[in-house]
Each structure stands twice: as C-alpha cells, then as structure tokens.
C-alpha cells in the first residue's frame, strides 16, 4: 500500500489525537457512576447506538461510507467486533486494577501492527516499532508496581478487549471504507448482551449522570475519531493513540480520587507522550518529502 498523501496523514494523526485525548476520561468517569458492570455496560452501549443512530440518519457522510452499512459484510465485522471489545473492557474496568488493564491495552499497538502485516502486508516502518517499544517501556514504568493487584479473570478480558479492538482497527484499514459509524453497531451489541443480567438483577448507579455523559458524548466523540482514523493513516500508528489514556487517566484519577500519582508515572508518561509526538512528525515529514518528490 502506497504511502498517504500529507493531507491523509495529518488528518489522521489529528483524529487519532482527539480520540485518544477523549477517550482518557473514560474509566474516571465510569468509576464516578458507581455502578454494577451490566447496567453501566448497557448505559453506555445504547447511548453510543443512539448517538451514532442519529448521526447515521441526519449527518452528511463520506463517498466511502456504506450506503446501507446494515447490508455491508465489512461493516457488520466491524461494528460486531467494537461490541465485543467494548464489553470485555467494560468487565476489565470492574475486575481488575487499572494498572493492570492499562498495561494489557498498550500491546494493542503491537497487536495492530502483527496483524497489519498478516493480513494486509503493511510491514511497519522501523519508526512504527521504535514507537512500539518506547511506548510499551513507558507504561511498564507507570504500572510496574501495581501488576500484582488485577484478578486472573479481569486479566484476561484484557487481553480479549486488546485483541478485539486490534483486529477491529486493522480489519477497518482493510477494508478501506469508512467505518467511522461502526462504533454505534458496537454500542449495540454490548447493550444488547447486558440487557439479560440488567434485568434479572435491575441497580441503579449511585450517580447516573456521569454514565448519560460518558455514552452520550465521550465514547462517541472518541469512537468516531478512532474508528475514521484507519481510513487515513495505518492501524498500528491509530492504535498508538489509544496509550494516551494509559497516560492521562491516572491524571484524572488523581484529580478527582486524590490518587497519588508516582515518579513512575511521570516517567513513564513523558516516554510515551513522546514517543507519540515524536512518531507523527516523523509521519507528517515524510508524508511532506514525499509530496514535494511527487510535484
């Protein structure tokens, strides 16, 4: 596949920034609902449908977007697998630590780019897998001394939500149609897969607000640009993106819970940030030669 064109890779670094940013205040604001997993997987699962719903039915789309995405086999993969990722985190979220879970998404990058080149044979750059690895030190620096804490179970649908939502990212890049209103499938069938248990044992959170919010604005702001990005620049430089909220959260966190934030953190943090900036101005200076070599 041939390399972007420096509008492609500016525009995708940027969704792939915003979402990342937005995205960070997910768990915080999860934890603020106190609320059981089912009805705060289900919440949110169908406000996102909502919301994606009406973006479907009134927002212009794109010449790339399936005309009936409901008719399109690329699309139903897509959207299926954002389900099944977003319930999976939404279990992590409530059985493990945050350390742990955070830790587990960041191979979600390597994920992104094994998978790439199996299934695309879009072999990452060199830069691409310095990224990698820079990222992956920085955040085994923040949560090297809270691995201990996370259960067996929450683990390992950690690893399931990275799985998931690598394959999701780079199936979208294949796919090459834009899938930026896939998340809404996604909010559908995590909603729909949390209605049994709501019902059989209906609690309401503690503060409810905080769970209209977190489905109705930051998981589809951050959904949209996520899932729009692949279009533009490759699944592994998209899943970069989401370590900024292996970053930011525990900022967040302490914020609002008061929770100390480490030296480790710090460091790690920096390496990460970083790493990101430094790999999408490699990005947009290349996209840049490589414009003015074409002219």
Same mark, same amino acid.
Request: aromatic share 12%.
């Given at each position: ?57 009134? !927002? ?38 945050? !350390? ?65 939502? !690598? ?59 996520? !899932? ?68």
């Amino acid at each position: 596949m041939p390399p972007a064109p420096l509008s492609n890779q500016a525009k995708g670094v940027a969704l792939g920034f915003a979402g990342g940013l937005v995205i960070s205040f997910d768990v915080p604001m999860i934890r603020l609902a106190d609320s059981d997993p089912w009805f705060a997987m289900g919440l949110r699962g169908f406000c996102i449908a909502i919301v994606f719903g009406i973006l479907y039915a009134f !927002a212009p789309r794109s010449l790339a977007t399936p005309k009936n995405p409901f008719k399109d086999r690329d699309w139903l993969i897509v959207g299926t697998v954002y389900g099944i990722s977003n319930i999976f985190f939404t279990l992590s979220v409530f059985h493990t630590s945050t !350390a742990n879970l955070v830790f587990i998404l960041a191979f979600n990058s390597m994920l992104a780019a094994v998978l790439a080149w199996w299934l695309i044979g879009e072999k990452p750059y060199a830069a691409t897998w310095a990224a990698i690895l820079a990222t992956l030190v920085g955040v085994a620096i923040i949560v090297s001394g809270g691995l201990a804490t996370g259960t067996g179970w929450g683990d390992i649908t950690s690893v399931a939500c990275a799985a998931t939502l !690598a394959y999701a990212l780079v199936h979208a890049r294949k796919s090459g149609k834009d899938m930026s209103l896939a998340p809404g499938l996604g909010g559908l069938v995590a909603g729909f897969f949390a209605l049994p248990f709501i019902l059989h044992d209906p609690q309401l959170p503690g503060n409810i607000g905080w769970l209209w919010a977190n489905g109705l604005i930051v998981v589809p702001i951050a959904g949209f640009c996520l !899932a729009l990005a692949p279009s533009f620049i490759p699944a592994p430089q998209v899943a970069i993106f989401y370590l900024l909220e292996t970053v930011l959260a525990p900022i967040w966190v302490w914020y609002v819970f008061g929770e100390e934030i480490s030296t480790r953190t710090f460091v790690g943090g920096a390496i990460v940030l970083g790493a990101i900036l430094a790999h999408s101005m490699w990005g947009l200076r290349r996209a840049r030669r490589l414009a003015m070599a074409a002219q």
